[in-house]
């Protein structure tokens, strides 16, 4: 019979059993288990499981194999080449600083498309992944604080190609309850604004989004700066102050003619 001393000992044993069988297959479940996810939220968007198959492992491709830190913009090339965007580029809605309501909005109809309602940013929202040098497999946790640089530099890139994919009549929406609604160091002041193309866009609307319209605040400082940047592109620039209330109710509703 087991004394109470030897108790702990053979508990730690277990333990260190469980963990020695676990940890490989462990591994090897999160490559499954994102390859899993990647198929299925392609194939709910585009319905072809093949081209899913084929686009996940050009997607892979970019980061297997590789440490974090040598993953680039640039690892995403042949992706975006063999994966373009199909949505009408007139559409496009970009947006700072109010991801949650731009991107409900973008969902509830098509008459305007957010880079997250892309095939890529669709599958690619809400995921983590990372690799390892000389690895084969795809982690998806302990990938990088906050996130890993496979994923910053893939979302970089998406936002730069969607700015230059974009045309005519843009619109992007703001954030009109804080003091800089058009904030440096954000991935569309550096990653998109400078991608605009004239003549290939013609204007760009702001939404400023508000509590209350008070007529003023498009005269902010930073909307300025926006609104320079665009007239040395020679692309028209407009400004509208709207109440997030008055989204909200769009987005209740599905009215197409929001703004
Ligand atoms: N998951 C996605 O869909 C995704 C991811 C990255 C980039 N993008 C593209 O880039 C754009 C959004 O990226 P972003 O970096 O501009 O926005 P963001 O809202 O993600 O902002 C990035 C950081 O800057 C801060 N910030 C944003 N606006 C601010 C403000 N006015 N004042 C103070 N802090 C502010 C945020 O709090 C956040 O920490 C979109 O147009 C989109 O096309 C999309």
Redesign the pocket.
């Given at each position: 019979m087991a004394s109470k001393n030897s108790l702990p000992i053979r508990g730690t044993l277990t333990v260190m059993v469980i963990v020695v069988v676990l940890a490989p297959s462990a591994l090897l479940d999160q490559t499954a288990e994102f390859e899993a996810a990647f198929l299925k939220k392609c194939v709910d968007y585009t319905r072809d499981k093949n081209s899913c198959k084929a686009t996940l492992a050009i997607f892979e491709r970019a980061y297997v194999g590789k440490k974090d830190s040598a993953v680039t913009k640039d690892s995403y090339n042949e992706l975006f080449d063999k994966t373009p965007f199909t949505h009408p580029c007139g559409k496009s809605l970009?947006?700072?600083?109010?991801?949650q309501l731009a991107?409900r909005f973008t969902q509830k109809r098509d008459n305007f498309i957010?880079?997250?309602d892309t095939l890529l940013?669709y599958v690619l929202?809400r995921m983590t992944w990372c690799s390892k040098e000389g690895s084969k497999e795809t982690f998806t946790t302990d990938c990088g604080d906050p996130w890993t640089v496979a994923v910053g530099s893939f979302?970089l890139k998406?936002?730069i190609k969607?700015a230059q994919y974009a045309c005519d009549d843009l619109h992007?929406m703001?954030?009109g309850e804080?003091?800089?609604?058009?904030?440096p160091?954000?991935?569309?002041?550096e990653?998109?604004v400078p991608y605009f193309q004239s003549p290939r866009v013609k204007s760009l609307t702001v939404i400023l989004v508000v509590n209350q319209k008070t007529g003023t605040k498009c005269n902010n400082e930073s909307l300025k700066n926006l609104s320079n940047i665009m007239k040395g592109k020679n692309i028209r620039y407009a400004c509208e102050e709207v109440t997030k209330a008055h989204i909200e109710n769009c987005i209740k509703r599905g009215t197409k003619d929001c703004f």
């Open positions: 970009f947006w700072s600083g109010t991801y991107s957010a880079v997250g940013g929202t979302w998406i936002s969607f992007v703001l954030d804080t003091p800089q609604p058009f904030f160091d954000t991935a569309f002041a990653e998109e």
